[in-house]
């Protein structure tokens, strides 16, 4: 399995409050996302990034900012959680423009 | 707009079965192509992927998958389900590798 650990793994924090979640890659590779699962829609893209301090918009960004100051770290922060946030968010790594591996997952409880 | 449907919300076979999970896309190019399997609880594993070449392609776990341009469909297949197949199925695909777009899942279920 890739080097990817995803932390917290369990989160349920109050809305109105900032949340950061950490993705971490041993793999040294380039591409790093962010995605958010929901019943019903699969996998959606919420940011993704290409390199250090190289990021871009998915098609779920807003409420979302991320950074990437080191190649194996790939932080999203949600800067005023909501309850619509409550969802189960993967960070996936790839070393190229082919398949992601992907993080075990963290689930996210915004009461 | 580009998208990726599985029509298939919930599907279930008996043991010994054979399975085809369907998968179209919607892009106007031939985009890469992937299916992905999800067990409870678990992150996202790849069983197969498509480039270019051979449209049949083979995965793990005995699975399979056929690109048909002119149907831009992508369905997965397997000869004979095993139990341990009772997952969630995900079909995704990619033009240049930086946005992936994921189709909304087919869950299987898998009677003794």
């Known amino acids: 399995d890739a080097g990817i650990t995803q932390s917290p793994r369990h989160k349920v924090t109050e809305t109105g409050t900032p949340v950061t979640l950490r993705c971490h890659q041993t793999e040294n590779h380039r591409y790093m996302y962010w995605y958010r699962q929901d019943p019903g829609h699969g996998l959606r893209l919420i940011h993704y990034s290409y390199g250090v301090k190289d990021t871009d918009k998915g098609e779920v960004s807003d409420g979302y900012s991320v950074s990437r100051s080191k190649t194996e770290d790939f932080l999203l922060t949600l800067e005023s959680a909501t309850s619509s946030q409550t969802s189960v968010y993967f960070c996936?790594?790839?070393?190229?423009?082919?398949?992601?591996?992907f993080g075990p997952g963290t689930r996210l409880t915004v009461t | 707009a580009q998208s990726v449907t599985q029509p298939d919300i919930h599907i279930t076979v008996s043991e010994g079965a054979s399975l085809e999970l369907r998968c179209n896309y919607s892009y106007g190019a031939t985009p890469y192509l992937f299916w992905y399997v999800q067990s409870p609880g678990q992150g996202l594993q790849l069983l197969l992927k498509y480039f270019s070449g051979d449209t049949l392609v083979q995965g793990i776990k005995g699975f399979e998958a056929e690109f048909k341009r002119s149907q831009s469909s992508f369905n997965l297949r397997k000869p004979s389900v095993h139990w341990s197949d009772a997952a969630e199925y995900f079909c995704?695909?990619?033009?240049?590798?930086?946005?992936?777009?994921f189709g909304p899942g087919t869950r299987l279920s898998v009677l003794p």
């Open positions: 996936a790594i790839s070393p190229g423009m082919n398949e992601q591996y």
């Open positions: 995704a695909v990619t033009l240049y590798g930086q946005n992936f777009v």
